[in-house]
């Protein structure tokens, strides 16, 4: 299959569909090793979840060249990482254990020089990504061999032993990790197998959760469990524990706060781990201080007997251990970065895994330290399943209403609108928001807050329909609650400003800007970082509008003050750069626009690092300006990097991700290539209508753009009713005489008169200026909320 297509998936079978153990891995292991002559490297990766394929893929980053990579964040070695490989064709990378087969789309289009090699417990999700091969059990015979293989090391058994091997695998019903498990605790122990037999307990627990699978592995890690107790308490503890967390790259210092003497501590879980490795339990990693823990073990090991004493007992030290190893609060993000990359993985798999309402405070504080390091970090995702867990505990304990509750309802919605998931940030907000009503009541603080953050994901979708009157209510009510120059109603009118500017309605944002950055002025001060972020916004608005004889000195005076209150590499004061950048570029000030971007990419990427948003932003940004220059030589290749880690860091459907793949084919049309700009236009515009919907603002762009490839590429028979009804629909949506509007009327006209119907052009054209097209462009980095969203 690997020789046909470049790319295979090795499934299991219907008859074990979903389960464990089955030997995917394995099948996969030997086929690297039996062929690894063949590539230029080969590299595995688990693929459980995207942050453990980008560990995945920074490790590598680490291998091939560690003395950069010992100072480099994970996002810059992954970036790097993928980098190599585009460069170096002829490799095998190995994804294990895949749980959404769509997740790997990225990478396969971005790495086409090499084989994808993938295992998953899923049979389904593969017919567009490549053909897979069922794996089922083994059979009685191969079975019966594999056990006597690793029982009695390679020596041929008696006609007796090789009949109790036959009996025996039945039992396990041919699973190839039971077998393997049962032949380690037979040759650790020296036990025969006829006593084994006899001393296996029939299952797990009548009683007890778990598939036929679990329960076979667990009736042979029982009596191993046994004979490790006896020869070091220790390592069943460490094993408890590590049931707990992710299943792969677990530290071995994570574990060594669980050791009964603080002084011998290193040495003692290093004994204990080296007895689990004796008993094929885990497996320790020859190059890092690391160890694994298969995936079914742990359900197992986290599936307690009706019986048990202490039920939660690997959950309580897995708790204890992750606590001890947290990096001290308020350090540098960047100091503390490596040390929340090793740890973010295990906390995680400890939020998934947790029983409802059995989490403590000493949990949650640890799930809200976590999800607060992720967005500070720009891996807004990896929030996302830690705020869900806070909430399923605070539904459970304190009710569905309860005020903390609702908290952590409305940050759950907060953190899927920061990564993009629009689709399920709004409904929860309008939940929220519909209880925080009934409970707290319409004018609560809270609740406009609540009110506050729906309002901005329908700006984000592009709904202004909605957006706008809820904006202008909730200004109102915090007027009436708070005051007029509260700084929460100072936010409200900032973002109502804001929401203005963005339909286009410029005669009501600029002067609503203008008396909110005097309010600002007057309450916080000329300094305060509010006021530089409504300073900013005002300069953005008189740009777009237009007046860059204010724009222009406003953001200069803007970026002297941030430089001089928040410092040359604060994250404001790059978003100002990046914005007066915009500013230079749109008043055709070239030599100024591109020094400054490349001055604060190389800041962003010091600062946040090399695949933050923030400075995936400002690389598209560049990119843009490239290709404005002319300089399409390195506008293409920046662009196609660019996107490549769009898709990485934030997803294949993320709006800024769309933008990117925007740009790249606004870059091959203008480089000529159309056989690559018309495909690429097309499905970025179908993504669009899918994401933000029919009549955004940027699916109107899209759909204007690829109106205008049809045109340039000659074909008039769909380039003229895509802009027709583009036109149409920007008139509904921004207005008749929003720029956008006039832009997509102008190129109606222009298709008109290269189709011979003047009698249609005439009246469109109102002017002989140059076709627009309004394409993706440069993006200012936006920062029209300066209240934080969380009522906290």
Known sequence: MLTSSGDAAVTQAGAVHGLGGIGKSTLVLHYAVRYRDAYTLVWWINAETPELIEAGLAALATRLCPHWACGATIEQRTAWAVAWLQWHPGWLLVFDNVEHPERL??????????????????????HTIGPTLPLDLL???????????????????????????????????????ALEQAGAYLHQTGKEIAAYRRALPRMLSKHSEGTDPERTVARVWNQTLKAIRERDPLAVTLLNAAAWLAPDNIPRALLTPLAPDADEADDAVDEALGVLHAYNMITLSS?????????????????????????????????????????????????????????????????????PASATDTTINLFDRAANQARQAGQKARAVPLLEATLAQRVQVLGDTHPDTLSSRNNLASACREAGDLARAVPLFEATLAQYEQVLGDTHPDTLICRNNLAGAYRETGDRVRA????????????????????????????????????????????????????????????HPDTLICRNNLASAYQESGDRVRAVPLLEATLAQRVQVLGDTHPNTLICRNNLAGAYREAGDRVRAVPLLEATLAQWEQVLGDTHPNTLICRNNLACVYRESGDLARAVPLCEATLAQYEQVLGDTHPDTLTSRHNLAC????????????????????????????????????????????????????????????????EQVLGDTHPNTLSSRNNLASAYREAGDLAQAVPLKESDEPDAHPSAGATPIGQETPVPPSPQ
């Open 667 to 730: 870059a091959y049309q203008e480089s000529g290539d159309l056989a690559r700009a018309v495909p690429l236009f097309e499905a970025t515009l179908a993504q669009y209508e899918q994401v933000l919907g029919d009549t955004h603002p940027d699916t109107l762009r899209s759909r204007n753009n690829l109106a205008c490839v049809y045109r340039e590429a000659g074909d008039l028979a769909r380039a003229v009713p895509l802009f027709e009804a583009t036109l149409a629909q920007y």
């Open 468 to 527: 706008v009157p809820l904006l202008e209510a909730t200004l109102a009510q915090r007027v009436q609650v708070l005051g007029d120059t509260h700084p929460d109603t100072l936010s409200s009118r900032n973002n109502l400003a804001s929401a203005y500017h963005e339909a286009g309605d410029r005669v009501r944002a600029v002067p609503l800007f203008e008396a909110t950055l005097a309010q600002y002025e007057q309450v916080l001060g000329d300094t």
């Open 139 to 177: 059979g009685p015979a191969a079975s019966a061999d594999l056990l006597c293989e690793i029982a009695y090391d390679r020596r041929t058994p008696t006609p007796e032993q090789r009949e109790e091997a036959e009996a025996l695998a039945a039992e396990l019903g041919y699973l190839p990790l």
């Open 105 to 126: 789309r990225p990478y396969l289009g971005s790495l086409p020089g090499g084989h994808h090699l993938a295992t998953s417990r899923k049979a389904t999700g593969w």
């Open 287 to 355: 190059h890092t201080p690391t160890f694994s823990v298969h995936r079914l073990l742990q359900v197992v090991l986290r599936t307690p007997a009706p019986d048990a004493d202490h039920p939660t007992m690997g959950r309580s030290t897995a708790e204890q251990a992750l606590v001890a190893s947290l990096p001290p609060s308020g350090g540098p993000l960047l100091a503390t970065m490596r040390q929340w990359e090793e740890l973010m993985p295990h906390i995680t798999a400890l939020a998934t895994n947790l029983p």
